[in-house]
C-alpha cells in the first residue's frame, strides 16, 4: 500500500477548517476545534464534549514535520503535538462518517 501523503493543504479562515488533499484522492476537511483536542479520542470514542470549548479556535501556526505529518501552534499558545498524517486520514474519515 502506497504511504499516505498529502498532495495540498489549504486554510480556510472564513470556514473556520483546514482541508487536506491526500495522494490517493481523498479529501477532508478538519473544523479546526478538532484539531486542538486528542485526535484519538474522536477517532476511537466519538466527539469530545471538549469540543464546545474550543468552538472558536484560530490556528496560528501550521508546522510542517518532514513527512510524518503537521503539528499545530493556536492563537491560544496551545501546542498539541504532531498529528501524523495516518492520524490525520482516520480523524478525517470519522468526521466524514459524522457529516454522511
Do not use: A
Not at 5 to 12: D, V
Not at 32 to 43: C, D, K, S, V, W
Amino acid at each position: 500500500m502506497e504511504k499516505l501523503l498529502p498532495s495540498q493543504i489549504k486554510l480556510n479562515t472564513k470556514s473556520n477548517q483546514l482541508e487536506i488533499h491526500f495522494n490517493n484522492k481523498q479529501t477532508f476537511k478538519y473544523p479546526l476545534q478538532t484539531l486542538r483536542i486528542n485526535p484519538e479520542e474522536i477517532i476511537f470514542n466519538g466527539f469530545s464534549e471538549q469540543l464546545e470549548q474550543h468552538q472558536n479556535v484560530n490556528l496560528k501556526l501550521i508546522e510542517p514535520q518532514g513527512d510524518v505529518g503537521l503539528s499545530f501552534i493556536f492563537d491560544d499558545g496551545f501546542q498539541q503535538g504532531v498529528f501524523t498524517w495516518e492520524i490525520l486520514y482516520q480523524l478525517g474519515q470519522k468526521l466524514e462518517d459524522v457529516h454522511t
